[in-house]
């Protein structure tokens, strides 16, 4: 049985204009519909296999002012974006969305983890969000295949950068 660890929320870690900050930006318009019904986590497919991610808490979360915590959160990063919480939702609380925006939040001030990091690394570098081993390419020629189209991290860089998300995701030499 996993325990359930309940952490003291002082009011220095509110900020009552939070929810409305987020009920403004496109995709957070009804975040105040929820009234923690808690559908959305017991039709969640990643719910089901995480003791951490609850969609239903990180709604909470935002409704009661905890930036810092969502924000800085991992669990906001293991949303699949199968919008079954958005589906299932007697509300119409736009649930993937909401975390969709808090997670555009989040990058803008460098709370990315590292795992995503490299996979843009590695996009920034060749175009792909993965390295294609050199046997693969091979094994390709073999069997007769064309090459990979070629990337194009340089258009992939402006895009970044244009959006400010470039910084954070540049690796500091």
Not at 26 to 31: D, M, Q, V
Request: charged share 25%.
């Amino acid at each position: 049985m996993t325990e359930t660890v309940q952490k003291t929320i002082r009011s220095s870690e509110i900020d009552p204009k939070f929810k409305y900050e987020i009920s403004k930006m496109h995709g957070g318009e009804k975040l105040m519909r929820c009234y923690q019904c808690g559908t959305c986590t017991s039709d969640c497919p990643i719910a089901r296999f995480s003791d951490t991610y609850r969609p239903r808490q990180i709604i909470r979360m935002t409704q009661l002012g905890l930036k810092n915590r969502v924000l800085n959160s991992d669990t906001l990063w293991l949303c699949a974006s199968c919008f079954t919480c958005t589906d299932r939702c007697p509300q119409d609380v736009e649930v993937a969305s909401v975390i969709r925006v808090l997670r555009n939040l989040a990058a803008e001030q460098g709370h990315i983890p590292q795992v995503f990091k490299e996979q843009c690394a590695s996009i920034l570098e060749s175009g792909y969000a993965y390295k294609i081993p050199e046997l693969r390419l091979k094994k390709r020629e073999t069997l007769g295949l064309p090459p990979l189209p070629k990337g194009n991290p340089g258009s992939i860089r402006k895009t970044l950068r244009e959006a400010h998300l470039l910084k954070h995701l540049e690796t500091k030499e």
